[in-house]
């Protein structure tokens, strides 16, 4: 084992992390033993997370991995839209009479506001009615009529949201105007894991909540977590990788995972939400920045705005680094590298059939 590579697979929005080798489970005796990467799972905001420490003895730690869980948990019951009871869902229901949010949630949609105005629109967190119209949240997933995408399309846009970051006050301008933090929250409940294990001392571990990651210290006998970028057309797990050292994030968004299959078509879960319509042009976009927020913030409206606009996009933004897959012909895709990661990405030596690199 002294060669093993520690690379987590990032693997997107909504999808289960996998794993490149076999870490010990959380229970496994480790006192007399070499420091290892140890997995403690758990289930939150509708997904998967794995908090991943360094330790020498999984049970003495088993503690500390709770912490970061409590964490992510405690975000979920904010900004969740799968329950009634969390802060988002009160708003939801209260807000058209204008009401006062929680400091983080306030937090949260102020950040996603600004975002809003950043992408030129092509991030808004009141694209919940299409969310749900397309079954993506609860419902059956199926492909609507234009007249209902027309109906649904009447009640979005981020300028209907009237919100002071003072006074943390909100009012929506009618009661069907929802908001949905799902497009931004996964990366914020991420920072603030890592945060609270870095306050408990903790010098080396990975928090990934669906292949939203942030990394803390490295692995042992590695300088850096090594993160496998997934193959969008699933031919192998990963393509590229790209190592993460201490303070990095990632997060990678595609079309991949969730869709409403229909005629032979696949109409992928991210919606635009100038047009209501899903996303056809880039097959997934990756981020790597120094916070996850900053990376689950960007990688869907990059997404969204397609390859052209996303590379002029990704180029003014000089705190995130971005990789972009993008279809071509004769199944060769090209894979749109920015500059400032040249250093970092690597192409798989299987993935060179598939897939040709550009940078930018």
Not at 3 to 18: N, Q
Not at 123 to 137: A, K
Not at 155 to 184: K, N
Request: glycine share 8%.
């Amino acid at each position: 084992m002294e060669s093993r590579e520690w690379r987590f697979g990032c693997v997107g929005a909504f999808a289960a992390l996998a794993l490149m080798i076999c870490f010990l489970p959380p229970h496994a005796a480790l006192s007399n033993e070499a420091p290892r990467v140890v997995v403690y799972p758990t289930r939150t905001m509708g997904t998967y997370a794995n908090v991943a420490l360094v330790t020498a003895d999984s049970s003495a730690t088993a503690s500390t991995a709770a912490i970061a869980q409590a964490a992510l948990q405690r975000v979920d019951s904010l900004m969740s839209n799968w329950t009634t009871t969390s802060e988002v869902a009160r708003i939801n229901r209260e807000a058209s009479h204008g009401t006062t949010v929680q400091q983080e949630v306030a937090s949260v949609i102020g950040a996603a506001l600004r975002l809003w105005e950043a992408s030129e629109h092509a991030f808004d967190i009141t694209v919940e009615p299409l969310v749900r119209l397309w079954g993506f949240i609860g419902g059956v997933r199926r492909v609507p009529t234009d007249a209902e995408v027309a109906q649904a399309f009447r009640h979005v846009g981020a300028q209907r949201v009237h919100f002071d970051a003072t006074t943390r006050h909100i009012r929506f301008d009618s009661d069907s105007i929802r908001i949905d933090l799902g497009g931004i929250a996964k990366g914020y409940a991420v920072d603030v894991a890592a945060e609270s294990l870095k306050a408990h001392g903790v010098q080396h571990a990975l928090v990934d909540l669906t292949g939203n990651m942030a990394a803390i210290g490295h692995p042992p006998n590695a300088p850096a977590w090594r993160i496998g970028i997934r193959d969008p057309h699933d031919r192998i797990r990963f393509f590229a990788r790209i190592p993460l050292s201490d303070g990095d994030a990632i997060s990678t968004s595609g079309q991949y995972e969730q869709f409403v299959p229909s005629n032979g078509r696949k109409f992928g879960h991210i919606l635009d939400p100038r047009t209501g319509r899903p996303v056809e042009g880039l097959l997934s976009v990756t981020v790597v920045a120094r916070s996850a927020l900053a990376c689950d913030s960007w990688d869907t409206p990059l997404f969204v705005l397609g390859t052209e606009a996303a590379k002029r996009k990704a180029k003014a933004l000089t705190d995130i680094g971005v990789v972009l897959v993008q279809p071509g012909s004769a199944g060769v895709d090209t894979v749109w590298v920015e500059e400032q990661l040249r250093d970092r990405f690597v192409l798989e030596p299987q993935a060179r059939a598939w897939f040709h690199v550009a940078f930018f």
